[in-house]
């Protein structure tokens, strides 16, 4: 199986910051505060 199938992310922008997987059109917060809940965690 190939990544991109086992994460389910089909052709649209798609990103994983820490545990999370973001895809699509999001706000420009929503993967920052990601990116600084991984940082808190690690």
């Known amino acids: 199986m190939r990544p ?15 545990d999370d997987l973001v895809s699509g059109a999001v706000e420009r917060e929503e993967p920052e505060a990601l990116v600084d809940k991984t940082r808190e965690r690690d």
Do not use: K, P, Y
């Open 4 to 18: 991109t199938q086992a994460l389910d992310v089909n052709g649209m922008r798609s990103f994983v910051i820490g």
